[in-house]
């Protein structure tokens, strides 16, 4: 399972949430494992069913107008109930004031204690999606990651097939690149997959021949692309290579591939001597568009055929 410390995640975000570590920060060695944030208002009251070991708790202005209307021995039981699970961190928003014996059973417990001057919705809002993206599923896949028509397209094929050529072409018809070599996909939702391109290879693609390449230096800002989905799979092979039941010509059955678990469709184009690659690229991406839209060819096809035959075997 994907993890980050809380000390990891501070790091990253510390200043996108304006966030203060003010106490506990011999635990930021601690694991968060989910993406959930929660408020834990019930537990302050003693429902510790609602408190879930290494989450984020955030406390707004109802947990913090609780808390200060609480004589000295019950807020010391309720800042108890809250901290007698291991939490992963805890964030007071609305720049509310820490109370004193907060900051104590932090430091007690190593519980790491932020506060943010941020409002408790927007405040975990942003934090669930940063911790998604931090404990997604990841796996790594070799091929050239683009966005073609706005489509976030895998290509995949063997050593010296010809991708990084095929993406250079793509890239000066106005689409761009994401990832070239080695691309990682994070599972940041049930049905969909990011693609994202290591820090060390963004911007670059090697082609053969001419070496590494900037793309973003070569052809401006607009031709690279930090992140994407993946929406389909594009696999070249070559044409001598394929064995006849591997083509379907019609391509009545859709082929796919799973990664990470989730279902994409996937195409395979033959590699042979003088077919444009980019221009069959290009129109497998629109056709993946029709049929995302209901339009199939074939089936419109298949359904032509079946009526002119149904009308000429009419007497």
């Known amino acids: 399972m994907a993890h980050i410390s809380v ?4 790091k990253h975000i ?4 304006k966030l203060k570590w003010v106490a506990g920060e011999a635990g930021g060695h601690k694991l968060l494992t989910s993406g959930t944030v929660t408020k834990p208002s019930l537990a302050l009251v003693g429902h510790l069913n609602f408190i879930h070991p290494n989450r984020v708790q955030v406390l707004g202005c109802a947990e913090m107008d609780y808390l200060a209307g609480l004589d000295a021995q019950a807020l010391q039981q309720a800042i108890r109930n809250l901290s007698s699970t291991d939490l992963a961190m805890l964030v007071v928003a609305n720049g509310e004031q820490v109370p004193a014996l907060m900051h104590e059973a932090a430091e007690e417990r190593q519980t790491p204690l932020f506060t943010s001057p941020i409002i408790s919705p927007q405040l975990m809002e ?9 404990t997604a599923e990841t796996t790594s896949l070799h091929g050239v990651f683009m ?19 095929l993406a250079l072409e793509l890239i000066s018809r106005g689409h761009r690149l994401v990832a070239d070599d080695i691309v990682d996909f994070y599972r940041v939702s049930p049905e969909r997959i990011e693609g994202r391109c290591p820090e060390l290879l963004q911007d670059f693609l090697e082609v053969r021949g001419l070496g590494i390449l900037n793309i973003r230096a070569l052809y401006g800002d607009n031709a690279v692309k930090p992140t994407k989905p993946l929406d389909m799979m594009i696999q070249l092979e070559l044409a001598n290579a394929l064995k006849p039941e591997d083509l379907d010509r019609l391509s009545a059955k859709r082929q796919t591939q799973h990664v990470l678990d989730v279902e994409i469709s996937k195409v395979i184009i033959p590699i042979a001597a003088g077919r444009n690659i980019a221009v069959l690229v290009e129109a497998a991406v629109r056709n993946h568009m029709l049929l995302l839209r209901g339009v199939n060819a074939t089936k419109q096809l298949t359904q032509r055929q079946k009526k002119i035959m149904q009308r000429e075997s009419k007497p």
């Open 126 to 134: 942003l934090l669930s999606h940063y911790l998604a993206e931090a």
């Open 7 to 10: 000390a990891d995640l501070y």
């Open 14 to 17: 510390r200043s996108k949430l």
């Open 147 to 165: 966005e073609v028509q706005g489509f976030g397209v895998l290509i995949t094929g063997s050593a010296a097939i010809g991708k990084s050529e």
